[in-house]
Nanobody, 128 residues
Framework: QVQLVESGGGLVQPGGSLRLSCAAS????????IGWFRQVPGKEREGVSV????????YYTDSVKGRFTISRDNQKNTVYLQMNALKPEDTAVYYC?????????????????????WGQGTQVTVSS
């Protein structure tokens, strides 16, 4: 069985940093593409960042470029999202997900329709 568990969320002031973790079980990360998504009330789930199986390629939505960094440790079966210079607009529930779909452009993995397995989410609140 596939399981994804997010952790690391919390309350932080604007300009602060958080590192989110996504621990995977039931599969090995070297087989899967992992994406980070976020969702706020009244809005659809938004793709934040994706990383390939090898970790050699990443993609970010425009609003987080230069501030967020995605990485993975395949030996630990864990994906990370380092979030710096946080803004109130980053407040959301953050989810990680995995996709086994292959042969498509990396940018398309920012679409939630590409994923079948999701974690339960971790709350990130950026407020003074």
């Amino acid at each position: 069985q596939v399981q994804l568990v997010e952790s690391g969320g919390g309350l932080v002031q604007p300009g602060g940093s958080l590192r989110l973790s996504c621990a995977a079980s039931g599969f090995t990360l070297d087989y899967a593409v992992i994406g980070w998504f976020r969702q706020v009330p009244g809005k659809e789930r938004e793709g934040v960042s994706v990383i390939t199986r090898s970790g050699g390629s990443t993609y970010y939505t425009d609003s987080v470029k230069g501030r967020f960094t995605i990485s993975r440790d395949n030996q630990k079966n864990t994906v990370y999202l380092q979030m710096n210079a946080l803004k109130p607009e980053d407040t959301a529930v953050y989810y990680c997900a995995t996709s086994t779909t292959r042969g498509i452009a990396l940018s398309r993995y920012l679409s939630s329709t590409m994923y079948h397995y999701w974690g339960q989410g971790t709350q990130v609140t950026v407020s003074s």
